[in-house]
């Protein structure tokens, strides 16, 4: 019953962020259905704690034992104790997430690079500075911000990830959206997107428009590894981030890449506070963060 009713509510705040706030129902109006919903976020328990046997569901877990996780720091105890792929045996640290459980921006990378695997923090080196400043060039602070990876295991050498890898690993990301229940999620680049979306469809074709990823809001963008290699694509990121900042704030009206603002970023995107206009003059880069 709870899974339905989060999926339920899940499924109007979806469609409310994309300006279709109504649903036609028969026997019921609609804000009997939307006390209803309101109600049951406010007042549904998620099951003791205690209940999780993390031992268990790290060894030989599926997917459904993963999305049954009530809380946060289950998940991730389950996450640091993971064995259910090979990535367990090459990693050194699991890299979980960062970031406040209630945050309204939930950003999703690809999979821990060599920095990350060493601190167990994502996006923590050149790449992360970056996305720190381009989110805050739309007013979010990182502090603020969930960031994860679909993987918490580093591939080695930063190979691509394999299929059996990312349906090992990818419930563990469902569960931290669940959790979290943010106002937007933003995919930074083609892996992330790709993975979420279940779609081959390119970067170029998925960005400029709001998706819906199981319910909540989802904005396609580069990975900001990408932008240390093409500093060209900073400003389309940055134009990203304000579809983004939009759908926190609740304005519906910008959802497609035509109706996206023109001109120069309210604050440059490379250096928030200093004037727009100059992009990044930033070399190399890879997956690490
Ligand atoms: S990558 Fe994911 S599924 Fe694989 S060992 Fe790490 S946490 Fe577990």
Same mark, same amino acid.
């Given at each position: 019953?709870?899974?339905?009713?989060?999926?339920?509510?899940? /499924?109007?705040?979806?469609?409310?962020?994309?300006?279709?706030?109504?649903? %036609?129902?028969?026997?019921?109006?609609?804000?009997?259905?939307?006390?209803?919903?309101?109600?049951?976020?406010?007042?549904?328990?998620?099951?003791?704690?205690? #209940?999780?046997?993390? *031992?268990?569901?790290?060894?030989?877990? &599926?997917?459904?034992?993963? $999305?049954?996780?009530?809380?946060?720091?289950?998940?991730?105890?389950?996450?640091?104790?993971?064995?259910?792929?090979?990535?367990?045996?090459?990693?050194? !640290?699991?890299?979980?997430?960062?970031?406040?459980?209630?945050? !309204?921006?939930?950003? +999703?990378?690809?999979?821990?690079?060599?920095?990350?695997?060493? &601190?167990?923090?994502? %996006?923590? *080196?050149?790449?992360? !500075?970056?996305?720190?400043?381009?989110?805050?060039?739309?007013?979010?602070?990182?502090?603020?911000?969930?960031?994860?990876?679909?993987? !918490?295991?580093?591939?080695?050498?930063?190979?691509?990830?394999?299929?059996?890898?990312?349906?090992?690993?990818?419930?563990?990301?469902?569960?931290? +959206?669940?959790?979290?229940?943010?106002?937007?999620?933003?995919?930074?680049?083609?892996?992330?997107?790709?993975?979420?979306?279940? &779609?081959?469809?390119?970067?170029?074709?998925?960005?400029?428009?709001?998706?819906? /990823?199981?319910?909540?809001?989802?904005?396609?963008? /580069?990975?900001?590894?990408? $932008? $240390?290699?093409?500093?060209?694509?900073?400003?389309?990121?940055?134009?990203?981030?304000?579809?983004?900042?939009?759908?926190?704030?609740?304005?519906? #009206? *910008?959802?497609?890449?035509?109706?996206?603002?023109?001109?120069?970023?309210? &604050?440059?995107?490379?250096?928030?506070?200093?004037?727009?206009?100059?992009?990044?003059?930033?070399?190399?880069? #890879?997956?690490?963060?």
């Amino acid at each position: 019953m709870t899974a339905t009713r989060d999926a339920l509510r899940s /499924y109007l705040r979806g469609r409310e962020a994309l300006g279709v706030p109504e649903v %036609f129902l028969s026997g019921a109006s609609r804000d009997d259905v939307l006390d209803a919903v309101r109600g049951a976020a406010s007042h549904v328990q998620d099951p003791a704690p205690a #209940g999780t046997d993390v *031992g268990r569901i790290a060894r030989e877990g &599926t997917r459904e034992d993963i $999305l049954g996780i009530s809380d946060m720091e289950n998940l991730r105890r389950v996450a640091e104790a993971c064995s259910r792929c090979g990535l367990h045996s090459t990693r050194t !640290k699991v890299v979980f997430a960062d970031g406040p459980a209630e945050a !309204k921006v939930l950003c +999703v990378g690809e999979a821990p690079g060599a920095n990350e695997d060493r &601190t167990g923090l994502p %996006f923590v *080196g050149r790449a992360g !500075k970056l996305l720190d400043r381009l989110l805050l060039s739309v007013g979010f602070s990182r502090s603020e911000v969930f960031i994860c990876n679909v993987l !918490k295991c580093r591939p080695p050498g930063n190979r691509n990830p394999l299929p059996d890898e990312i349906e090992a690993c990818s419930p563990i990301m469902l569960r931290q +959206v669940e959790l979290v229940r943010p106002a937007v999620i933003v995919a930074l680049g083609t892996f992330a997107a790709q993975t979420l979306l279940g &779609t081959r469809d390119s970067l170029r074709h998925l960005r400029g428009r709001t998706h819906l /990823y199981e319910g909540y809001p989802l904005v396609v963008t /580069y990975h900001p590894a990408a $932008l $240390l290699r093409n500093a060209g694509w900073t400003r389309p990121s940055w134009r990203d981030l304000q579809l983004a900042r939009r759908i926190v704030d609740g304005d519906h #009206g *910008g959802s497609t890449l035509g109706e996206q603002v023109e001109g120069e970023p309210a &604050t440059n995107p490379d250096n928030p506070g200093s004037p727009a206009g100059s992009q990044g003059r930033l070399t190399l880069g #890879g997956r690490d963060g």
